[in-house]
């Protein structure tokens, strides 16, 4: 009875865990066929090698490996690179830049497959047992090491981009904002689940391991759920991070005028319907760098590039919905660069004061 009621933890354990891999699995394919931006790409690769993570985990803790001992490290490369990835990714979301992977980042995972080569050239029974003394044995304490590794390699990406950004420009208050609360809290949480982690195989304590490894996919579900509220928190901390850095300006030697004019026609053209614009590709139409660029819109208008693009994504879609031929509001939402409802919903209800579908009610039946 005992031996039946241990089992069954184990699989709703295994259960557990493997849900939420196959979650961030479906997430990243998902998100990887409705989107092909290089930014896009970055961020389903992470979801993917968070899946992968989940899903060795699964195996690993709950002692299931014994019948696919191969699977058990295979997460450890991809992640290594995720690390990196996430530092860029990062960088392209609060700082507007363009992601530009370095050489640099492939050394650890490439380093983490040349350690784990003489694993996956044994055989399935020579691995159980490298598994079985991997807190005992020389080569199972170098396995040991590339798992607390990949926390560490996370920790470092994440805790660089916030000393080097984060914390020398973002005002405290961002973060205790109503809107910011449920970022503050998946951010927390985070750092919380990787230090937990960390320690727990850093000191050898299983449980700690364990908790880290099940808190994960609470993790993500509560991301996922909570995502478009990530959006206004992210545009509140780069808009401090942009006017911080802007003490000592980079517009000197550029006419404001002529950075004017280019930008009047641009508009006139209807870049801004292209989904796909951002600051680097605006600041090479106008012929400026993106700093430059981002320095003028806070400048010139106490914003930056996003709120001065999506005010003109809002005129225009508030002409479609004014037309006699109703336009389908996700089909206006694409037409003027929005690349999904929800975000020009929430878009449109800030700019406007309420919902596209009652702007068109009201046209139709003004009081």
């Avoid at 928190?233 to 300006?249: C, H, L, M, P």
Wanted: net charge positive; proline share 4%.
């Amino acid at each position: 009875m005992a031996t039946e009621s241990i089992s069954s933890t184990l699989l709703i354990e295994f259960l557990w865990m493997g849900g939420g891999a196959i979650f961030c699995i479906i997430w990243s394919l998902s998100n990887l066929i409705k989107n092909r931006k290089k930014s896009d790409l970055v961020w389903s690769f992470i979801l993917f090698s968070t899946g992968l993570w989940l899903l060795t985990g699964a195996f690993m803790f709950t002692g299931f490996y014994f019948y696919l001992p191969v699977i058990v490290f295979l997460h450890i490369p991809f992640v290594f690179l995720s690390a990196s990835f996430l530092y860029h990714y990062l960088e392209y979301l609060f700082l507007e830049k363009e992601i530009k992977i370095q050489w640099m980042g492939f050394f650890p995972p490439i380093l983490s497959i040349v350690f784990l080569i003489p694993y996956y050239l044994e055989s399935n029974e020579a691995r159980i047992q490298i598994l079985n003394t991997i807190h005992v044995s020389e080569y199972g304490s170098i396995l040991s090491g590339l798992n607390f590794g990949i926390k560490l390699a996370i920790l470092l990406s994440v805790g660089i981009f916030l000393f080097r950004e984060w914390i020398p420009n973002v005002v405290l208050s961002v973060f205790f904002t109503k809107r910011a609360i449920y970022s503050s809290i998946f951010i927390l949480l985070i750092w919380i689940d990787l230090l937990v982690g960390s320690i727990g195989f850093g000191f050898q304590i299983p449980f700690f391991r364990k908790l880290s490894a099940y808190l994960l996919p609470i993790l993500m579900y509560f991301y996922y759920f909570t995502r478009e509220l990530w959006e206004p928190f992210v545009s509140d901390v780069r808009d401090n991070i942009q006017k911080s850095k802007y003490e000592k300006s980079k517009l000197v030697s550029v006419p404001l005028e002529t950075i004017d004019q280019k930008l009047y026609e641009l508009m006139l053209e209807k870049v801004f319907c292209d989904e796909d614009l951002n600051l680097s590709k605006l600041a090479e139409l106008v012929g400026v760098k993106s700093g430059q660029l981002s320095e003028y819109f806070y400048k010139r208008y106490g914003f930056g590039f996003y709120q001065y693009i999506n005010q003109y994504r809002i005129e225009e879609a508030k002409r479609y919905l004014l037309e006699p031929t109703e336009r389908t509001i996700l089909s206006i939402a694409d037409a003027v660069g929005f690349n999904s409802k929800s975000t020009f919903n929430r878009v449109f209800l800030e700019k406007v004061g309420v919902t596209p579908t009652d702007f068109r009610k009201q046209s139709k039946h003004p009081k």
